[in-house]
């Protein structure tokens, strides 16, 4: 293959927050072993040498760390990750992301992640007052402040950090407010997600957001973007550049626009290997490191099975107005019927906002983004 991702969890799912809402910790609950453990040198080398052997010369490969929280692997860990790549020799393209809450980042960690070219996802909910609701540390305090304090210390060091926002029911009802308080926090990219209930249910907790909110945050946070967009200052949101490049004709970057699920392998920390994030369950492993290899792990039965239902769409998508838009969205929100839960938040978003997408992606295009 040409290309491969890996989203690896060193740390499994270790977390120094205790977020009310975290998707991992509800997923991880639903396995027969919780928490697979650090990442040991030898999978970590496996890993390595089998993503490279499945890779063919002149591509690339992908390395995403997530967690839990992927930093409590340790820095050791990810410096003895990059030595190892380098002593393998390939001509390959590397590619190196993180996404981190932020609390245990030091100078030392922004000078390896400056060093070494990484893109840093930092979670960030919003509003002091939304983050601090829901992202709390094990004592029970807010983190807002810290996660801050070291956004401004990877800015100091020029690591290229994104933001990423968990769309709350109360976060929803203040998406302006959302927006220009990430913006004020400097220039960096920004990515809203919706907040997902546990597995196999529907609303019912606290956090939970409801598509009417949802559409409602949507239409809100396009008003500020746009109006930024008009006065010459564009701002990478997303959830709105997929749709762009999708009116510009060229593939959108998540899962959930692209109209399938993705095929790259989340590696846990045991190295046993999944389809997708959100389905790090037993049913659906597909293989282990020290057993099988990329190529056989993708082709597995599983892992077709995965892919072909993620092919398919909800049935209300064959006519929809803005299916080559929406594309039906991600799998981990569709409900038991097979519809997507927040269809009527997308076609909320779409009825509004359209005309002034497409005038977005002219404008774009002219400027040659």
Not at 261 to 276: A, F, I, M, Q, R
Not at 350 to 362: E, I, K, V, W
Request: with cysteine; hydrophobic share 35%.
């Amino acid at each position: 293959m040409k290309h491969n991702t890996f989203l690896v969890k060193p740390a499994s799912s270790l977390c120094d927050l205790r977020c009310r809402y975290c998707f991992y910790d509800d997923v991880s609950s639903s396995r027969a072993c919780k928490n697979m453990g650090l990442l040991s040198h030898e999978m970590a080398r496996e890993l390595i040498e089998k993503a490279f052997a499945a890779t063919e010369d002149g591509g690339s490969v992908h390395f995403l760390f997530q967690g839990g929280e992927p930093t409590l692997a340790g820095l050791e860990f990810f410096q003895f990750f990059l030595e190892t790549e380098r002593s393998l020799k390939r001509s390959l393209s590397v590619f190196h992301s993180i996404q981190t809450n932020g609390i245990g980042l030091n100078e030392a960690w922004a000078s390896f992640f400056k060093a070494n070219s990484f893109l840093v996802g930092l979670s960030l909910d919003g509003t002091q007052e939304v983050h601090d609701l829901y992202r709390l540390d094990a004592a029970g305090h807010g983190t807002w402040d810290r996660a801050t304090h070291t956004l401004g210390l990877l800015d100091a060091y020029g690591v290229e950090t994104n933001l990423l926002c968990v769309v709350t029911g109360q976060l929803a009802r203040k998406p302006q407010r959302a927006f220009q308080s990430l913006c004020a926090l400097g220039r960096h990219n920004l990515q809203f997600i919706p907040c997902l209930d546990p597995l196999d249910t529907v609303g019912g907790q606290a956090y939970s957001l409801t598509p009417e909110l949802y559409g409602r945050f949507l239409c809100g946070v396009f008003d500020v973007w746009y109006q930024q967009l008009q006065q010459g200052n564009y701002v990478s949101v997303r959830n709105f550049e997929d749709y762009l490049r999708i009116l510009l004709g060229t593939p959108p970057t998540s899962c959930a626009s692209s109209g399938s699920c993705g095929h790259y392998l989340t590696v846990e920390g045991d190295g046993s290997l999944y389809p997708c994030d959100f389905y790090v369950l037993d049913e659906w492993k597909l293989g282990d490191l020290s057993r099988c290899t990329v190529e056989a792990a993708l082709a597995s039965p599983t892992s077709q099975t995965f892919l072909a239902q993620g092919r398919k769409r909800p049935a209300e998508c064959a006519v929809c107005p803005y299916r080559l838009l929406c594309r039906g969205g991600c799998k981990r929100d569709w409900d038991a019927s097979g519809s997507n839960r927040f269809c009527t938040a997308y076609r909320h978003f779409f009825s509004y906002a359209l005309p002034r997408l497409q005038t977005a992606a002219h404008f774009l295009a002219q400027q040659g983004r």
